[in-house]
């Protein structure tokens, strides 16, 4: 075969040497400076936050964020301590309180280093939930959404939905009922299912179970539109007040309240590489949708959502802080930025670093996730590259 | 080889998209993209299917591949109905067809290196695994002209030829019986074209492959086919042998279609017909002969009564009022 042997010496010297994907987005990245700047606060404050979780926590902490000093009421920062007054084991580790102390003596520093924590686990498992359940819900709605739900399928939403508000309300018996009840129409609707599909046989009654009703994709979208109508801040403020304030149950709730922005990201994504060659011809070569969805789709779907995480974050920062600066977060014994800066506000005349320590930290932070995340999408999103 | 045995088989079938209005999404009217076309395609020949833009030849094709539900009809592909596999049957069956697309661009996924691409469907059917399964990738990537140690590359470092022969190399990788091409020289250059056609060609000897080659370009198709079927508004006009499209069309469509091409021989130049208007819309085709409004030569009958398919000698099929089965002769005069 001379022709082929001719035509591989041809095409190998054609080819350019070896540019990953990878490589590329970073020489544009590399070049945004504010995006680089971003980055490094972004790795810093993530240092910081990791070191601030080990050094805060345990009984006896290396910084106690708790400690109370009556004697060594709002000191500036970098005063050092009394040695009169302070005990050796509540001095601080420095010798000296690097962020001043606020009115009841208690160390800014630890208090920030442990608000630090707080600050990126709830940025991260906040858009963590949200990007799972905007995944899940654009993927379904894109990739499955021309399927019409059937009658059965609203009617066990909406009974395991009622069961859930019961037991929310603490209605439990109530819950129970509703559970069981879905439960029952499930299985009756699979059952019904299986026997219609496989047997052939046809029960009159239950016909009405079949009745095809919306399309997912509407069903999801329509959802969507109504989430985003609700005031996001105001929706946790009231969700909040009904739960138990733990910082867990913030971070839920930010995340349960942020994912439409997602879910249209994905759809969209998937509507049009559903449309693609690359999708069809895995589907002639007989590659399981599973397989298709997880391999070549959310592959090629991934960057935009990456870029709105990013974001997120910062946005889930800035909640959680504004939700502790109103009380309504976690809960006091425990220091948050949003609660430092509460905390300090009183005092904003005669110890102003009480405020501006957390302010501009929560400034500084959400600022460079916004830049890292701009610089993302233009290194990402090849039509935004510059010439 | 042409074998007497029909690999394919397609019996009228239909493909039409609904047009729907309202929220209960009531039907108003469809769209017929594909109505109503019958042909086969025998082991070891390519079909050519040629035809204008929006003519039906994709959908189709997508529906041959079971991609789309059809509306009606049947495909038997080895004798068994395709569209009545469900499953694992139809999983087998997908080893046996495969398709290769027009853009090299959008066929291949950016986020996976070409060995992946091409292993993909080994993988999923469990022909081979690990190092075997490199072995045949790289045996294949080598079979259609490519270097085996571009496995780990991205298909954005290649040109639209090298791309078209990695897309080659994955339709072959689960040995097919049958590849439908969709145009897949259309979107390359001249030169690269030439070199995708003689390696399909090599491939059907070495692999005994049967085509369906579709696409609008006549020269290519007369250089590929062993037959050739011309499509027009979703309705098969005229089935031929190559030679006998060639010399002699019946339909006034191919013969439009063929005067319309260039041909390098000056002395091959004839005069050519210029058919008027544009292609009806296939919301509403127009009845009886779906080419009526555009033909040179239509009479009364062809806008009342629509022409059922007329089978002439050695194989050839013509849907026309004025062809006469016993004395074949185009109605239009060149």
Known sequence: MSVKDRDIKELSEGLAGEVSRFSEAWGIFSKNKLALSGLAIFIAFFMIAVSGFFLTAGEEPLLDPAKVRLSEKLLRPFTSFDVEMVRPEDRPVFGIYLFG???????????????????????????????????????????????????????????????????????????????????????????????????????????????????????????VDIMLCFPTFFLILTVIALLPANIYNIMIVIGLTSWMGTTRFIRAEFLSLREQDFVAAARVMGISDFSIIFRHMIPNAIAPVLVSATIGIAGAILTEAGLSFLGFGVPPPHATWGNVLSDGKRFIFDAPWLTFIPGISILVVVLSFNLFGEGLREALNPKLRKR | MIGPDKILEVKNLKKYFPVTKGIFSKVVNNVKAVDDISFYIREGETLGLVGESGCGKTTASRVILALDKPTSGNVYFGGRDIFSLRGEELKKLRQEMQIIFQDPYSSLNPRMSVGNIIAEGIGAHGIARGAQKREMVEALLEKVGLSGSYYGRYPHEFSGGQRQRIAIARALSLKPRLIVCDEPVSALDVSIQAQILNLLSELKRDFNLSYLFITHDLSVVEHVSDRIATMYLGEIAEVAPTDEFYSNPLHPYTVALLSSSMSPDPGRRKKAVILKGDVPSPLSPPPGCRFHTRCPVAIDICSVKWPGPKELANGHMVRCHLVDQDNPQSPVKV
């Open chain 1, 101 to 223: 102390t606020d009115d009841l003596g208690r160390d800014i520093f630890a208090r920030m280093m442990q608000g630090a924590w707080v600050s990126l686990t709830v940025g991260f498992v906040a858009v963590g939930i949200s990007i799972a359940i905007g995944i899940i819900m654009g993927g379904i709605a894109g990739y499955y959404g021309m399927y019409r739900m059937k009658f059965m399928h609203l009617l066990c939403m909406f009974i395991f939905l009622a069961s859930g508000i019961m037991y929310a309300s603490a209605e439990n018996g109530g819950a129970f009922i509703m559970f069981m009840a879905g439960t029952v129409c499930l299985l009756l609707s699979v059952g019904y299912y299986f026997f219609y599909t496989r047997r052939g046989a046809d029960i009159p009654v239950f016909r009405f179970m079949f009745f095809e009703t919306i399309t997912a994709d509407s069903f999801i979208m329509r959802f």
